[in-house]
DNA sequence: CACTTTGTTTCCAC
DNA sequence: TGTGGAAACAAAGT
């Protein structure tokens, strides 16, 4: 699954390996499972480009390149960024930076990439993702989530996951969250009080440190950029575990359906 | 076959 | 206009 911890180490490759280096040549495998306009876009405007930056917004990543030209790669579900493996049925793009690959994967083809200019970079950004702030810098507060939070009768999870709130949390890390802060996905925001806010402001800051550390969450089919399973999976309470007692009560963990996605809860520990 | 998965959009009701 | 719920959409594996 990718979410924040697995983008991150993505980034942080791409940094390394991607920066003041040249795109020789790119190779587009299957051009119609990328988005139309993109790869034709590709082929013309990527060869002899050097990447100057690379920045992270929620689940997007955002490749600066020279003559203000972006690069922008959305991660969703079963994407991938891996460096130095070979090609498979679910590989759409090759990256070929010097003897180096880099290889997009997506197996259910959710994600994209686009290369785009100034303009149409702001215009993506300010119309499509109009992201709240990155749960793990100081742009996120209590204060901030519980103002979030206030006046708003949907269920905590759905705000939780939404973007324009808090950017980067998806499904995986608002059950764990939710878990450890002893919240029910289904409780109205604003029925929250101020020390469970501060709570789950908490258990979000300390439940992607974790998953981080451990290189994200390998609960399907999710790798990191090394192509190395993470290690976060082992660590779940709850999440895809229905069925199976509560590690803290040992009470039966449930699985409803919330905001369309699989809610998994323990009943007992989250009021 | 049904079902799962994510992020976004669309539609509908209030 | 904002809000919230529900459904639809992409695609493919289980």
Known sequence: MP???????IVRELRRKLTGRKIRDVKIKLPTVIKPQSSQYFRKNLIGQTIKD?????????IELPRRRFLLIHLKLTGQLIFGEAPHKHTHVIFQIGRATLNYNDLRKFGFLLLTDKAGLQDILIRRFKFGPEPLTKDFTPVYLAKSLAGRGAPIKALLLDQTILAGLGNIYVDESLFRAGIHPKRAAKTL???EVEKLFKAI?????????RGGSSSQNYVRTSGRAGRFQNLHNVYRRHGHPCPVCGGEIKRIVLAGRGTHFCPKCQT
């Open 3 to 9: 979410e924040l911890p697995e983008v991150e180490t």
């Open 54 to 62: 690379v920045a992270r917004r929620g689940k997007l990543i955002i």
């Open 193 to 195: 009080k101020r020390a």
């Open 205 to 213: 800051r300390s439940v992607l440190k974790q998953a981080i550390a």
